[in-house]
Nanobody
């Protein structure tokens, strides 16, 4: 089993920045065999949508078109942590942000690919 804990959310004005963190813990074997970690977000009344993903080995990254050029996903293998640096935030970025992880290959932007989820952290961007 793997546990994911997000932090770093908050209230920020449009144009500002936030950095989210997702710390993974659990059996050492589980963490080291992780295939992909990702960030999703969900606004009230909306479906959960893909934001960004990173391959644990190799570090390839993928982004939703809506955040490309503004958000950066990265990882620190030594700390078993994934980050989401969010710059030039817009009111439409307001949502609960969720960290996700999977041991298996699959469609990185599909929620069904991921077996582990964090509890979420709220990001609110004021205009």
């Amino acid at each position: 089993q793997v546990q994911l804990v997000e932090s770093g959310g908050g209230l920020v004005q449009a144009g500002g920045s936030l950095r989210l963190s997702c710390a993974a813990s659990g059996r050492v074997f589980s963490i080291y065999t992780m295939y992909t970690m990702a960030w999703f977000r969900q606004a009230p009344g909306e479906e959960r949508e893909f934001v960004a993903a990173i391959r644990w080995s190799g570090g390839s990254t993928y982004y939703a078109d809506s955040v490309k050029g503004r958000f950066t996903i990265s990882r620190d293998n030594a700390k078993n942590t994934v980050y989401l640096q969010m710059n030039s935030l817009k009111p439409e970025d307001t949502a609960g942000y969720y960290c996700a992880a999977t041991h298996y290959s699959g469609t990185y932007f599909d929620t069904g690919t991921y077996g582990y989820w964090g509890q979420g952290t709220q990001v609110t961007v004021s205009s």
